[in-house]
């Protein structure tokens, strides 16, 4: 369930390297407690980002709930299926489900984020 | 709910519980400055004694007996009988805002049917499902336009009402937000200095049409210059004029908003009123308030649903588009109720005969010698009148002819002159024009 090659965050974000690029999505833990969602607010490009701000709002039939930025650096791509198909993120968090791609800064920052032990345990203890 | 007052022995008990003489003890912990002053209350009378008293003070309203040229903001339409007895239902009376919505199916498909109105007769694509009143509806609007835009720059007709600029400016200094004032020249605003001051930086330009001082804005050019500059149209309107007036939707308005009391409310002393605000498809989600929609169950059935609430503040607290708690639903039942009752054709009607009053008061009073019209431009149902006597002198000469002749209007609003806004409706009786007229006739002389 819980896919080897990524990185996690508390706030059960997830971040896939590709190149100087990190794409990021929200884990199938996250997804499972918004249930059904039915619009994703995405950030336009171009907008910096630092650790921890908002780029995203994620809305489901029960919540809304914010995306925060795993790492520091530039909005490059947004996942504009959401638009039309925001259910995308409930049937496959961790693939189609990407939300937005941010252009690395410091490549540095992703090692203070948890591998995918790290973050079962930290589901474990919430 | 049973009504069981509390006897005085219940009282004393409760107080010695709490180890307290008097119920004024209760309040012991804040200061006594800022305590409410005791309330002299009468003794207690008998239903019979109460009646009387009651019509003691009904007599004294002198509003019931003057003929009334007031506007700005509130107006004395026609309100069909069937409302009041319709309005005065329980089931309507007592609901309040829906909490378990699927339970309150008839509130949410009378608010529907509101917010579908409010689409028809603006000319936009969704509505919300009320507002406190069109002051703050502005104030929300702007909010709204700030949201959309990413942008914390309002401007402002300088011809709105000043009332709803006072509620916009409380809001807006409070969220940070810049406003600047687009000046009105000859009661119209001016689209040079619409064209000059807003730029890129700008979030909307805000209007009002038919403006404070009755005037007909010419909404296409201001609303192409709007456009223009980059910035959103947010349009104040008063809803009987649009049984005359092209929609703001026609004008490519991106947000209207307004009071809903002239749809079937009386003026009762200030309120209660509604306001709505309608938009463009494409900004619900940054549409303040609630929002009723239509669905199907799972057996295919229409139903009804609070829809979209992820974005209010019980969902999302602190990031919510709106701190407006609840709906004016009864209010905006009444609307939807006066213009069911009406129809197209008898809002049609109110507003013609609004206007046609209003053009033989302005011409019956202009033909005072030394009135003048303030504004050469086309007007709706109110306008600017001048006098080259105190106004003061005249409202009180007026008084006491039991006529209220209109609304000082605060000195540089209009211009230099001494001013006054004065309307008219469809119930604004001939004779009454006509005394009017010779009252202030004889205060000239």
Redesign the interface.
């Known amino acids: 369930m819980t896919p080897q090659d990524l990185k996690y965050t508390e706030s059960h974000e997830w971040v896939r390297v590709e190149g100087g690029a990190a794409a990021v999505g929200i884990t199938h833990y996250a997804q499972e407690q918004l249930t059904d969602i ?2 994703v ?1 995405l950030p336009e490009i171009g907008r910096k980002v630092d650790v921890g701000d908002e780029c995203a709002v994620i ?2 039939c ?3 709930a ?1 995306l925060y930025a795993p790492i520091a650096g530039e909005i490059v791509a947004v996942n504009t299926e959401l638009n039309d198909h925001p259910e995308i993120i409930n049937k496959d968090p961790f693939g189609a489900g990407w939300i937005v791609k941010i252009q690395m800064l410091d490549p540095a920052e992703l090692d203070e984020l948890m591998d995918a032990t790290a973050y079962e345990s930290h589901l474990e203890n919430s | 709910m049973d009504y069981i007052p509390h006897t005085p022995y219940e009282r004393r008990e409760m107080l010695a519980a709490a180890g307290l003489a008097t119920e004024n003890d209760l309040f012991r912990s804040i200061p006594a400055a800022l305590r409410n002053p005791e309330i002299p209350f009468p003794a207690p009378m008998t239903e019979m004694e109460i009646a009387d008293e009651m019509e003691d003070l009904a007599r004294r309203n002198e509003g019931r007996r003057m003929a009334s040229f007031l506007g700005g903001g509130a107006y004395r339409h026609f309100i069909p009988q069937a409302l009041k007895s319709l309005l005065s239902r329980g089931d309507f009376v007592t609901a309040y805002t829906p909490y378990q919505a699927e339970a309150s199916q008839g509130t949410l498909q009378s608010i529907y049917e509101f917010q579908t109105l409010m689409c028809r007769l603006t000319g936009m694509e969704a509505a919300n499902a009320s507002m406190y009143d069109g002051a703050s509806a502005l104030a929300e609007a702007a909010l709204m336009a700030c949201r959309l835009t990413r942008k914390e720059k309002i401007a402002v007709s300088a011809a709105a009402n000043p009332h709803y600029c006072r509620v916009l400016n409380t809001y807006l200094v409070a969220a940070g937000i810049e406003v600047v004032e687009i000046p009105h020249d000859g009661g119209a605003t001016c689209a040079e200095s619409l064209k000059r001051m807003v730029d890129a930086s700008c979030a909307g330009v805000f209007l009002q049409n038919p403006n404070y001082f009755g005037v007909v804005e010419p909404m296409d050019s201001l609303s192409a210059a709007a456009k223009e500059a980059g910035a959103l149209l947010g349009v104040a309107v008063y809803p009987i004029s649009l049984g005359l007036l092209k929609p703001p939707g026609a004008y490519n308005a991106d947000i209207v908003l307004g009071d809903l009391q002239p749809l079937g409310m009386p003026l009762s002393f200030g309120g209660p009123y509604a306001g709505f605000i309608a938009c463009k498809g494409e900004y619900i ?1 940054q549409l303040p308030g609630r929002l009723a929609g239509r669905t199907t169950d799972a057996d295919g059935k229409t139903g009804y649903v609070l829809t979209l609430q ?2 209010e503040q019980h ?2 607290r602190a ?1 919510a588009t709106s701190n407006i708690c609840t709906n004016q639903a009864l209010c905006a039942l009444a609307a939807a109720m006066y213009l069911f009752t009406m129809g197209a054709r008898g809002l049609q009607q109110a507003a013609e005969r609004s206007v046609r009053n209003a053009r033989a008061l302005q011409e019956r009073l202009c033909g005072v010698k030394g009135v003048r019209l303030a504004f050469q431009k086309p007007f709706f149902n109110e306008f600017v009148l001048e006098l080259p006597i105190p106004i003061e002198h005249f409202l009180a000469k007026a008084k006491e002819e039991q006529v209220a002749p209109g609304i000082r209007l605060a000195p540089g609003l209009a211009g230099e002159k001494e001013a006054l806004l004065v309307c008219a409706t469809e119930l604004t009786r001939k004779a009454d024009m006509e005394r009017y007229a010779e009252i202030l006739t004889k205060v000239m002389e």
């Open positions: 039915v619009f607010e809305e489901s029960k919540v809304a914010e | 989600r992820t974005r969902i999302r990031k």
